[in-house]
Structure formats: C-alpha cells, structure tokens
C-alpha cells in the first residue's frame, strides 16, 4: 500500500514524453513499488537545455522561469534523465542569477531535484524494496554506460549501479563505461561522422562484455545507442530494468 504522505513530482522530460514514453511509464511503476504516490504536472515542458547548450540562454531562462513556476510548489521532483537534472540543479541557478525572483526559487527546486537512481538509493531505501520483490540474482549479466552529465557533472557513478545490482542484476563493465557515447545533444546533428563513430567504439566495448543488455539512465544516450544497434546487445534505460525486475 502506498503512504498518501509520500508524493513525488515526476519530471518526464520531453524525449520520453515525445519519443520513449513506455520508460516514462516504468519510472512510475519503479517509484510507485518504492511506496510514492507520483504526481505529473501537466504544465511541464522542456527543460530549456537545447537552447541552452546551442548558445540560446535568453530561449533557454524563459524554460527555466517556466519550469520553476511549474515544480516551485512540489515537495520533491525526480526525472529519469541525469542531462536534464544537470539542467535544473546545476544551470538554472546559473541562468538566473540576475533576478532575485527566480534565483531563489531556483536555488530551492534544485536542492529538491533528484535523478531516478540517485532518488531510489539515497532517499527512498531502494534496496528493501528490491530485494523483498525479486531477491535472486536476474540470469542474465548486463553492462552499464556512465552518461557524462550525470557521472561528470551530477558525480552519480555507484547509485545508478547500486540500484541494479539491489534489483539482482550482475553488471560486468565495459572496457571505458565512462567514455561518451557520441550523442552531445545538438554534437551528434552537428558532427554526425565523428559522433557515430564514438558510438560505434562504445557499442563495441559493450559487446566485448557479453552482457546481455547495455544500461543507460540517460534518454539522450539510450536514443543514441539504439540508433547505431542491429540490437546487439539491446539498450535499456534503467527504469525499464528496475521495473522488470521487480514485477
């Protein structure tokens, strides 16, 4: 039974709402088996970091005001995507320091945004959850990609792992899990031959593990992957896996 107390504000970010909602839908299964009742403000959009990494900042801090007017009321906000938590706890502040409006309200929201793994681990006790659903390790072993905005920026390397590893997969790594994956945002448009090519090398790395499944917690870099795979191994985003795991 879920605690009504416990309520948490889901950030679904806009490539899983436009183009993988089916993760969208895990991360609430996965949030929901950790006891959180989950609310989805409807008003949300984009986090503003396209405009933002492509040199846009006015486009980007109208996104920025907008989402914090959005989330400024929410106790607590997760999102499944390390690139767009960067964004609103590492950048917002940032964008708008220069209007004590915002600033503060951004200082707030960021102190209470979390990615999914880093929430699971360090807030919601993810592993008495895991292990009481599926307590026996899953048969087959899968390989994890760091994301660079969430290993680099964010410094989230063990959670995404640790929540793996309590829902009973075995990770092998790959030779460089922290080596980017080639996506960039706006990069991979932009530079696609030198992008796709650095994804090549790290679906190789992957392959040389023999893991049965390539993990990511970032949609940029699971759309990435799956782009260049003939679905060897198949790439997943990590609520997918959780959510398997644990029926």
């Known amino acids: 039974m879920i ?19 089916d993760v969208g839908v895990d991360t609430v299964k996965v949030l929901r088996r950790a006891g959180y009742e989950v609310d989805f403000p409807a008003e949300q959009t984009c986090c503003g970091q396209p405009f933002f990494n492509s040199g846009f900042h006015d486009e980007a801090r109208r ?8 989330l400024a009321d929410q106790e607590v906000v997760v999102l499944p995507s390390g690139s767009c938590t960067t964004m609103i706890r590492q950048e917002y502040p940032h ?48 390989t994890y990609h760091d994301s660079c905005h969430m290993c680099r920026l964010l410094g989230l390397k063990n959670e995404p792992r640790q929540a ?45 593990t023999a893991a049965a499944t390539l993990v990511t917690a970032d949609p940029g870099c699971l759309m990435q992957m799956r782009g260049l ?6 790439v997943e985003h990590i609520a997918t896996m959780l959510e398997k795991a644990t029926r």
């Open 95 to 142: 964008l708008l320091e220069n209007e004590p409006k915002y600033y503060y309200r951004a200082l707030r929201l960021a102190k209470k945004t979390y990615e999914l793994s880093e929430f699971l681990m360090k807030e919601a006790h993810w592993e008495e959850t895991a292990v009481s659903q599926h307590p026996t390790p899953q048969p087959e072993p899968i």
């Open 229 to 234: 795979t003939d679905n060897q191994p198949p």
């Open 63 to 70: 996104l920025a005001r907008r989402t914090v007017d959005v």
């Open 164 to 208: 793996l590893q309590a829902a009973g997969y075995t990770i092998q790594e790959m030779e460089e899990s922290e080596r980017c994956c080639g996506f960039g945002g706006l990069f991979s448009v932009r530079m696609p031959e030198v992008s796709n090519a650095m994804t090549a090398e790290k679906l190789r790395q992957a392959q040389a």
């Open 3 to 21: 605690d009504q107390q416990k309520r948490i504000a889901l950030f679904v970010t806009c490539v899983i709402d436009q183009l993988m909602p």
